[in-house]
């Protein structure tokens, strides 16, 4: 029988198909690896193109100017001088506003502004703290530190769940918050306080954390380790409590404490016992 002249296919398992299929498979791999590194790098990375999406002519107008005044530019162009001082105008009262917020602090070390520390508590309508806000946390306060008999070094007497409160279910009531500020006062002018005296001149209404809670007390001297709020002039105490304000003890109520001062003897009496130092 004649043979034919048409050549045959090559079998599907012969060599040469199998190794294009390999070939063709290892360029399409090579593609998807190159394709999913190219977005790695754009998507995490950044590519050349920017991150932020072109916007419509006129959408960033108002964030573009600075506010800061410009500079002169190189060809010569001067600044506004009425905008640049309206500008430094606007910067320094924000920083007199964040100055008054924050307020005078103390130098434990030199206690050198105690006059101007002392003004700047005179500049609200004095009398009680209101029963409404962060003066309500201040007339508590007064109430559970001036509520009561007193020794003569000015620490309360009773503890505070022993005071015959006059209110309804012996809870305190509004008689109750103004018997405690009349004897803050009273306190201040017949100079129930303690401590000792420095002979400055001034009373010192502290804060102070005793395991009973957050309590009030005057001094005479530097509170050093607590927390100093005002400032009353012995000689004239009426003065503080016409124009006390309430709402700047509370700022001064969440600084830190007064350190500082020379290490005139031990804050702990000892006595004849022998003071023991570790090594």
Not at 134 to 146: C, E, M, T, V
Request: glycine fraction near 8%; aromatic fraction near 10%; charge should be negative.
């Amino acid at each position: 029988m004649p043979t034919s002249d048409v050549p045959t296919a090559a079998p599907v398992g012969s060599p040469h198909r199998r190794r294009r299929q390999m070939l063709s498979a290892a360029i399409a791999a090579f593609a998807a690896m190159s394709a999913s590194q190219a977005f790695c790098q754009f998507a995490f990375v950044g590519g050349a193109a920017p991150l932020m999406p072109a916007l419509r002519p006129g959408v960033m107008a108002p964030f573009a100017a600075s506010s800061l005044p410009r500079r002169a530019d190189d060809d010569g162009e001067e600044v506004d001088p009425e905008e640049a001082e309206r500008r430094e105008q606007l910067r320094a009262q924000r920083a007199a506003d964040r100055a008054w917020r924050t307020g005078l602090n103390l130098d434990g070390d030199n206690l050198d502004n105690l006059q101007e520390w002392y003004e700047e508590a005179l500049a609200g309508p004095g009398g009680m703290p209101k029963d409404q806000g962060q003066q309500a946390f201040f007339l508590d306060l007064i109430l559970r530190s001036f509520f009561g008999e007193f020794h003569p070094n000015s620490r309360i007497k009773d503890n505070m769940a022993k005071r015959a409160y006059t209110g309804e279910n012996n809870q305190p009531c509004a008689t109750d918050f103004e018997t405690a500020y009349e004897t803050l006062k009273r306190n201040v002018k017949e100079g129930l306080y303690f401590g000792r005296d420095d002979g400055q001149g001034w009373t010192w209404l502290v804060a102070s954390q005793s395991p009973g809670g957050l309590e009030l007390y005057l001094a005479r001297e530097p509170p050093f380790g607590e927390r100093p709020l005002a400032l009353i002039k012995t000689s004239d105490p009426d003065e503080f409590f016409d124009k006390v304000d309430w709402n700047r003890l509370f700022i001064r109520l969440h600084k830190p404490q007064l350190w500082g001062g020379t290490v005139s003897r031990f804050p702990i009496p000892l006595g004849k016992q022998r003071q023991f130092s570790l090594r």
